[in-house]
Structures are given as structure tokens and as C-alpha cells.
């Protein structure tokens, strides 16, 4: 296992909310999906991803229900708000313009 | 919108469902754990190995949920709730501790909030006419007449009302008995004022239903109207509005009502019933003055603008009348109107003694605190070194004390209400204005404000105490009192020190009304018989026939006679004037033989108009001469009979008998009378007043329809009231009596502000002394409680129990002379703002500063002595048995 990269302040709030725009999904899941997406380069421990969740859900951005998953036992579902949506966009508009500055200093030097 | 009624919503869970929130977490923590293990053995890992590395990788589970709970940010109120809930505990473990405190505070709270609430509802609370501090009383203060707050004539008022600039509605008023009558109901008589059409405008108080006086019902030959207070309205006429247009009889005088006036109109006295327009006719010479002036100040016009230019029309009064020497007009705002001049420095004086004793109070409980937080320091020693904030520890404590204050505030206010309500029904210093005195939401305010404020105070040093610890040192020391308490001794015998000398200070301050109080108890109003046996009431003959000399004289000569015959009666007369401070009839007069310089005027003295037999009734002594008696007529020749102090003061080294004297006020004519008799001083302008010369006028020779009458029992002269009032009554039905009462509830009344003083006052130091020695005792129970290792080893090396109670009774004398001398020192400087309030001693009274000291030195030692002679028993094998 290669060691976590990094994570920016607030990159991990993007990521959540990325993963959880596409459908609603418990923790341990959402963990799992960043490492499967980030092709085992960004591992998020759990104390790291937990307290994000509930901030997130504390500053309403999404909303969390228990329901059956998929082995058929109860886990905590979060799901995107319409103020996460909204949110959403307009982290992932700072994000690229944010990523797309630090390339270009990278690259030129 | 919906964003934020979500988040209340998470928000309002974690508080209040916290249970819930907490088994979620579990729930979300083991499901993951549960997932990381199966993906464990998927990956062909053992059940163990797969468990293993779960938790592993999930880390500090119990960091990671309070990581999860602070993001749901409702830590801090959880903190508080648990101090609270931990606060309450302990002061549940410690009850003597808990009682001790909460007793005490709820002692200063509870009477400060009381306190609070006589000085906000006197001097603070709004008054019930609108904008009146725009409201001035006008009052005029002459020689000869010399009264600070002293009233106007009509002419006097006609001048300034012409030159006025200030004022909006410049009006008139005055104060009198009143005689209201007609067929709903027996006659009676009640407080009532006469008032020109501009005095209800400028109060701005609506009347209850009717009207007021309208502009021009002042004017001379106007109609007699009456405005009805709503007390005697629903007395006599039932609350019915069919009493407007309805005639009734005031003074004799048939009168139309036009309004009720609300229950909370009161002006210009408390007790003001009715009020008639007062008609302006041209006056034909100076006087009488019965009359202050009353008026709004004119939008943008200061007080003492008002002031400058009554100033300059009062220069133009001392112009057009020579009678008139160094003239001024005092104008005050309503409120000080009404107050007096002697009431505010007294509440002020009595606020601040109250404040002294919540001080003392919170000494008390900050040392309680100290005692304990010695106790406690151990345990935060080892909290600070298991990484416990200290912020985190000072807000528990502060908690804790602030927890402890408003218990004792709640308790104080129960005894802030029983206080507040004792006052009110008893108003033992008359005070003008104790209907808007009452526990509200002011006083409530006060009191959590107070108890907040009085919890940190003493709340804080011993926190901050306990979290300066040197933990090494502390756990080291392995439970014995080391370094920090010895800090701790000391600050805790300064506070002692303090409160004693803060309670040394109310001592003396007490020590002072109290004397003087006794003082003024001690003089007598210049007669011998026995206050009880003397009853006195003012009779009103309404019906306008008794104007007339010769009817009123008759009528009076019938209820003597009838007065007399009554059981029990040894003496009884009339008179217009009664000791101890109804002066009635007051004017300058003349002596022949005596010339004055050109515009030089005798000062104006009492001149009572008594019956014969008045000196009698009182035991007024005759010291020359004789009394008046059945000879002195209407027609005989006018006499007149002068006091002893008339004698010292005109008549030095002469003879007064037979000298002759007249009146010489403006409006009497020239009748000389005989000087027949010289008798004893009476005080007839309050007990506290030195030189009251008299020149009494035979009633007979000055019939005036307004009487009191004076009568000596030879028991309770109160038993006699029923059976006097029916004998006047059947004389003429339309009679009015009032003011019935014995002379010694006169006397009492005439003393009810110094004795409310004195009262309130003592009870303080009172407090404060109880208080200082329930400190001094829990220090020196303490400290020996501490030092039973030391004193087990000396009585073990031989000393007697003699030096054992010695050492500790040094300790408190010690702290008790520290104390003296520091209450002493803030007590000279302190006690010259009781100067106003004493009679006969001075600020400096020695008797008082060192019965004071005395006092709280036997204090101190009673308190000391207990724990000494506790220390006494300790056994030497018990102490030495801790080691």
C-alpha cells in the first residue's frame, strides 16, 4: 500500500459530496469508492472521513437515513441536499480553477 | 430556508436526544468496522487477522466519535449542562456547606433585591404623570416666614404667572381639609386641594370618565366644581357614572362633580380625594399663603432656565413688597417635590449599608469556597495532569459558584418579598411613594444580575486558586497541606479581616441612629401627661352657619360639655395647633414699646388659638401669670399668653406680664392684647426643632370652625373615641371628625422616618455581624481542624489545655484587632454622610466608636472560643495516630 496522499483543507468536503452526487451511500462505501476511483491513491481514514460527514450534515449540505443496505443490514445513508448540490458546484468551479493554477506554476518552473 | 430548519433541527437532537445521536454513532462506527473485517476476509485474511487490521485501521474509535460530536457543535452547551449537573452534585454532597452558603447569600441578596426595590420604586420609577420630569413645583421661602419649602399668595402668583417664559400652564395650587357631603351618604371629611384650571393639563392625567377643569373655570365667580379621586368615588357613589352633573356639598358649598380622576392620580398628596377649582378672585392684600405653584416646562427650557427667571420675578415681589425680605423661589422637579428633602440621602445611605452586607455575605462564602478549593486541590492537581484545560477547570468552578449564587438569590428572593410586603403594609417611614414600591421585573433583574455578579466574585479567586497549583509539589505532598494552602491561609484571614472591618463600619453606622434615635425619643414635646392618656381629633362643623363666631363658639361650648360629661375625661379643650408638629396658625407680631428699624420684622412664630383648658389637658406647666379662662369673651379684653422661650428671646431681663402684643402680619387689624401668663415650651414644628417661641390667643378671641380637640383620660384614651364621635355627631349630624388618634401615635408617626432608619439600619449591621462571625467561626474551626497534628504533638509535649485555647483565641483576636482598626479608620471617613440624619450627637460620638469595637471584639472571641475549646479535646494519640 502506498502511503495517503495529502489532502488539501476542504478537498475531502469535495470529494464526499462529488461521490455523493451521484447516488446516496453509507461511509464505509464512500471510502471505498474514493480509493477505488482514486485508484488506490487517496485513502481516507475514518477519522478523517466520519467527522467530515458530520459537519457536512450539521451545516445542512446533506442529510443522513438509515436504510437497509446491501447485505441487507441497517447503515446510515447520507444524501445530497439542495443546498449540497448548490454547494457542489461552486466548490468544484474553485477546485479547478485552484488545480488548474497550481499545474501551471508546477509546470512553468 | 428548509437548509436551516434542518440544521436547528440536528441541532436540537444532539441536545436534547443526545442518548439517540450517541447509539447512532455506535451504530455507523460498528457497521463500518463490520465492512472493513468481511473485506478483510474476502481478501483471504484469517476471522482474527481480519479483525485485527479492521480496528487497526479504524483507529482511536472513542477520539474519532468526540471528533464526530464537536463537528455537530453543541460541545460547549454539553459542557455546561454537565458542570451544572456535576455543580449540583457536589453542593448535594455537601449540605452544610450548600445551606451555609446559600443562607447566607440568600441574606444579601434577598435584602438588597428589597432594598433595590425601595430605592428604585422612590427615586426611580417612572411617576405616573407623563414626562414629569418636565414638571416643576414652584415654592417661595420669605423672611419673616422662613420656611425652605415654603407656599405663595394669590398675588404672588398673579406676578409670576404675568412675567412667566419658562413655563407652559403656570397654575396654582393648595392643600385643605374637605367636607364632602350630600344625600349619598353621612358627611365625612377627607384630604382635598384647590387647584386652578391649568394644574390637571400639566399633569397630563386623563380623568377616569368626565372631564377636568376646563380653561377659564378659574376665573373669579366661576361656578363650584369638583373632580372625585377614584377611591372616594367608589366609596360613595359606587363606582356610578350618574355621579357627573350631580351637586354635592364641599365645605359647605354646593358643588357640580365633572370627572373621576384614576386611582393612580396622587398629587399633591397621597392621600388627595377631591379636587375644586380654585377661583382666582382679585386679591386685596398680601397672604394668606396657602399656595404652591405648579407647571410644565416650555419645550427646550432647562430647570435652572426656569430657575433664573423665577429668580428674577421673585426680585421683582421683594420691590413691590417691603413685608418681604431675602425672598427666593425654589422651583424643584416633581419628583423631589414629592420626596422631601431628608428621604433620598437616608435611601442612599441605607443602599449603600445593604450593599456592604452582600459584601460581607460574599467574603463569607468566597472563604467557604477557599476552604474547600484546599480540600479539592488534589484532584485538580491530578485533572490538570491528565491534560484538562485549565479554562475548562476555572468555567467548572465558576459554574459551581455561579450554581451556588442563584440558588441563594432564589431563596433571597422569598425573603425579598416577605420583606417587600412587610414594608408596604407597615410603611414604617411614611414614605410618599410606596405604592410604586413592589417586587417586579425590575427588582427580578436585579436580583439575577446581582446573583450572576456575586457568583464570579466569589467564585473566581478561589478557581483560579486551584488551577495555579504546582502539581508537583501538590501530589508530592500526598494530602497534607503544604505551600499553596499556606497562600491560601493567608488570603482567606484577610478576607476575615475585612469582613469584620466592613461589619465594624455598619456597627458604628447603626451605633450612630441608634442614639440619636434614642435622643430623639428622649424629648418631649413640652408636655407632661402621658401621651396614651391623650386623644386628639380634628373637627370640621361643615355647615357654613358655624362660620360665624358666635354659632361656632356655641357649638364648640356644647361638645365640651358634652366631652367632659363622658366617663373617664379629666380634661378637655380645643385647640388649632397640637404638639408635636401641627403647627397651626403661624404669624409676626409686634410688642409695644419695641420699636423696629424701618422694614425690620419679628420673625413669624406658632400662634395657637386654645381654650382654657387646653394647658390643663396637655400638663403644659404655667410658669407665671395665668391660664386663660371663662372670662376671656369676644368682648373682654384681648389677652394673650407667651412661652418661655418667647421670654428668653424679647423680653430679656424684662417683665412680660402685662406687656401688650399684637398680631402684625398684613390683613390684622390693631388689636393690643394684655400678656396675662407665661408657661413652658412646646414643640409645635417637630421634635427636632430647637426654639419654638409661642404666643397663644384665647380660641374664644380668634374663632376659627377648624378645631382639634384634646382630651386626657384617666386610662387608654383610645377607648374613648366611639363614645366621644357619637356625642359630637348628635350634636349636629353634618360634623366631621378626623385625624382621630392618641398622642402617642402622633409622637410615633412624627418620628417614623428616623425610626425607618434606624431600623433598616440596625438590622444590616445585624446581618453583618452574624454573618462576620459565621466567617470568623468557619475559619478558625478550619484551621484548627488543620493544625490537630500540631496541637496533638504540643499537648503531647506538655501543653496545657489553657495554652492550647490561648494560641487559638490569638488567632481571632488577632484578625478581630486588624479588623477593628481598619473598620475604625473607614468608619471616620464614612460615617460624616449620616451627619444630615442624626439628632443631638455628632458624627464623632465616642461612646459609639468604642462600644462598637467592644461589641464585635466579644463577637469575634464567642466565635473563636468554640473551635478552641474543641481543639482542647483533641487526644494526642488520636492526632499523632495520622502519621
Known amino acids: 500500500m502506498s502511503k495517503p496522499t495529502f489532502l488539501l483543507q476542504g478537498t475531502l468536503d469535495l470529494l464526499i459530496l462529488t461521490i455523493l452526487a451521484l447516488e446516496p451511500m453509507h461511509g464505509w462505501a464512500i471510502a471505498h469508492r474514493i480509493r477505488q476511483m482514486s485508484k488506490d491513491a487517496l485513502q481516507v481514514g475514518q477519522s478523517a472521513l466520519y467527522p467530515a460527514l458530520h459537519k457536512l450534515e450539521q451545516q445542512g449540505w446533506i442529510k443522513a437515513e438509515w436504510k437497509a443496505s446491501d447485505n441487507n443490514r441497517r447503515a446510515k445513508y447520507y444524501a445530497l441536499t439542495r443546498a449540497g448540490r448548490k454547494a457542489l458546484t461552486k466548490e468544484a468551479v474553485q477546485w479547478e480553477r485552484l488545480s488548474a493554477a497550481v499545474s501551471l506554476i508546477v509546470r512553468t518552473t | 430556508m428548509s437548509r436551516w430548519f434542518l440544521q436547528l433541527r440536528l441541532l436540537l437532537r444532539s441536545l436534547f436526544r443526545g442518548g439517540q445521536v450517541q447509539q447512532d454513532l455506535d451504530l455507523e462506527m460498528q457497521y463500518h468496522l463490520e465492512r472493513q473485517i468481511e473485506e478483510g476476509l474476502t481478501s483471504g485474511l484469517s476471522a482474527e487477522e481480519a479483525r485485527y487490521a479492521a480496528l487497526r485501521a479504524l483507529g482511536a474509535i472513542t477520539q474519532n466519535k468526540e471528533a464526530c460530536r464537536d463537528m455537530r457543535r453543541v460541545n460547549w452547551i454539553e459542557d455546561l449542562l454537565q458542570d451544572l449537573r456535576h455543580g449540583a452534585r457536589r453542593l448535594r454532597n455537601n449540605p452544610v456547606f450548600t445551606v451555609v452558603a446559600v443562607l447566607a447569600l440568600a441574606l444579601g441578596i434577598g435584602a438588597n433585591t428589597a432594598m433595590f426595590s425601595v430605592a428604585y420604586g422612590i427615586l426611580l420609577r417612572p411617576l405616573p404623570y407623563p414626562g414629569s420630569d418636565r414638571v416643576a413645583v414652584v415654592f417661595m421661602r420669605f423672611f419673616p416666614r422662613d420656611f425652605a419649602f415654603g407656599t405663595l399668595c394669590i398675588r404672588d402668583y398673579l406676578m409670576w404667572k404675568d412675567n412667566n417664559h419658562a413655563f407652559e400652564n403656570p397654575s396654582l395650587f393648595r392643600t385643605l381639609r374637605m367636607d364632602i357631603g350630600g344625600d349619598e351618604g353621612v358627611p365625612e371629611q377627607v384630604q382635598g386641594a384647590s387647584v386652578t384650571a391649568g394644574f ?46 350631580k351637586t354635592i356639598l364641599v365645605n359647605g358649598a354646593p358643588s357640580t362633580v365633572i370627572g373621576v380622576m384614576p386611582g393612580v392620580f396622587r398629587f399633591p398628596r397621597r392621600d388627595t380625594e377631591v379636587w375644586t377649582n380654585l377661583p382666582l378672585n382679585p386679591p386685596t392684600r398680601y397672604g394668606p ?101 485549565r479554562g475548562r477547570l476555572v468555567r467548572q468552578l465558576l459554574t459551581e459558584s455561579v450554581l451556588l449564587a442563584v440558588l441563594g438569590g432564589a431563596v433571597g428572593l422569598a425573603l425579598a418579598w ?61 494530602g497534607r497541606s503544604g505551600a499553596t494552602s499556606r497562600t491560601h491561609g493567608r488570603t482567606r484571614s484577610a478576607l476575615v479581616v475585612s469582613e469584620i472591618a466592613l ?111 387646653f394647658f390643663r389637658a396637655l400638663g403644659i406647666p404655667l410658669i407665671k401669670g395665668r391660664f386663660f379662662d371663662q372670662h376671656d369673651t369676644p368682648d373682654s379684653r384681648p389677652v394673650a399668653i407667651v412661652s418661655e422661650g418667647f421670654v428668653h428671646r424679647f423680653f430679656v431681663n424684662q417683665e412680660p406680664l402685662g406687656q401688650r402684643i399684637k398680631q402684625s402680619g398684613p390683613g390684622y387689624g390693631d388689636k393690643w392684647m394684655d400678656i ?70 402622633a409622637l410615633d408617626l412624627s418620628v417614623s422616618q428616623p425610626r425607618f432608619d434606624t431600623m433598616l439600619l440596625s438590622l444590616f449591621a445585624g446581618m453583618a455581624l452574624l454573618l462576620a462571625a459565621v466567617g470568623i467561626y468557619g475559619l478558625i474551626a478550619y484551621s484548627v481542624a488543620q493544625r490537630t497534628h500540631e496541637i496533638g504533638v504540643r499537648m503531647a509535649l506538655g501543653a496545657a489545655q489553657a495554652d492550647v485555647v490561648r494560641m487559638v483565641v490569638r488567632q481571632g483576636a488577632s484578625m478581630a484587632v486588624a479588623g477593628i482598626v481598619l473598620g475604625l479608620g473607614g468608619a471616620f471617613l464614612l460615617t460624616r454622610l449620616l451627619k444630615a440624619m442624626l439628632f443631638g450627637i455628632g458624627v464623632a460620638d465616642a461612646l459609639t466608636f468604642v462600644t462598637a469595637p467592644l461589641i464585635i471584639m466579644l463577637v ?20 499523632l495516630r495520622y502519621e
Do not use: C
Not at chain 2, 420684622?601 to 382654657?612: A, Q, R, T
Open chain 2, 200 to 245: 390637571f393639563p400639566t399633569l397630563e392625567v386623563r380623568p377616569l370618565i368626565g372631564r377636568t377643569f376646563a380653561p377659564g373655570e378659574d376665573k373669579p365667580a366661576t361656578r363650584s366644581l369638583a373632580v372625585l379621586g377614584e377611591s372616594v368615588w367608589r366609596r360613595r357613589f359606587g363606582a356610578s357614572s350618574t355621579v357627573l352633573g
Open chain 2, 289 to 389: 399663603w396657602f399656595y404652591r405653584g405648579v407647571g410644565r416646562l416650555k419645550p427646550g427650557v432647562t430647570l435652572e432656565q426656569a430657575q433664573a427667571e423665577v429668580n428674577n420675578i421673585g426680585l421683582r415681589m421683594m420691590q413691590q413688597n417691603p413685608y418681604y425680605k431675602r425672598l427666593t423661589l425654589p422651583v424643584l422637579q416633581l419628583r423631589e417635590a414629592l420626596l422631601g428633602t431628608t428621604l433620598k440621602p437616608a435611601i442612599l445611605v441605607l443602599a449603600g449599608a445593604v450593599g456592604l452586607v452582600l459584601l460581607i455575605a460574599v467574603v463569607n462564602v468566597a472563604n467557604l469556597m477557599l476552604a474547600r478549593a484546599t480540600v479539592r486541590e488534589r484532584e485538580m492537581a491530578l485533572r490538570l495532569s491528565l491534560g484538562a484545560g
Open chain 2, 418 to 478: 416577605g420583606g417587600i410586603e412587610l414594608i408596604r403594609v407597615w410603611n414604617p417611614g411614611e414614605l410618599p411613594m410606596i405604592d410604586s414600591v413592589r417586587l417586579d421585573w425590575s427588582a427580578l433583574g436585579f436580583m439575577v444580575l446581582v446573583s450572576m455578579l456575586t457568583g464570579i466574585l466569589f467564585g473566581l479567586a478561589p478557581a483560579l486558586h486551584s488551577v495555579r497549583t504546582d502539581l508537583n509539589a501538590t501530589i508530592k505532598e500526598g
Open chain 2, 503 to 613: 461589619s465594624l463600619l455598619l456597627l458604628v453606622g447603626a451605633g450612630l441612629l441608634l442614639r440619636s434615635f434614642a435622643n430623639l425619643r428622649r424629648v418631649t414635646g413640652g408636655f407632661s401627661a402621658e401621651p396614651k392618656h391623650i386623644l386628639t381629633m380634628l373637627i370640621s362643623p361643615a355647615n357654613r352657619k358655624y362660620t360665624d363666631a358666635r354659632a361656632g363658639l356655641a357649638f364648640y361650648d356644647e361638645v365640651l360639655r358634652r366631652t367632659r360629661a363622658v366617663r373617664g375625661v379629666e380634661a378637655a379643650d380645643v385647640s388649632d395647633s397640637l404638639p408635636p408638629d401641627r403647627q397651626g396658625d403661624a404669624d409676626t407680631f409686634q410688642i409695644e414699646g419695641q420699636p423696629l428699624a424701618p422694614g425690620e420684622l419679628n420673625p413669624i412664630i406658632s400662634e395657637p388659638g386654645v381654650g382654657p383648658d
Open chain 2, 676 to 745: 396675662v401668663g407665661v408657661v413652658g415650651n412646646v414643640k409645635y414644628l417637630g421634635l427636632t426643632v430647637d426654639t419654638d417661641p409661642a404666643l397663644y390667643i384665647p380660641f374664644a378671641q380668634s374663632y376659627g370652625p377648624l378645631m382639634f380637640l384634646v382630651v386626657r383620660s384617666s386610662g387608654d384614651a383610645a377607648e374613648l373615641a366611639p363614645a366621644l364621635r357619637q356625642n359630637i355627631q348628635s350634636i349636629d349630624p353634618g360634623v366631621t371628625l378626623a385625624q382621630i388618634a392618641t398622642m402617642e401615635q
Open chain 2, 860 to 879: 469575634v472571641l464567642a466565635a473563636t472560643f468554640v473551635p478552641a475549646l474543641r481543639a482542647t479535646r483533641i487526644s494526642p494519640v488520636v492526632a
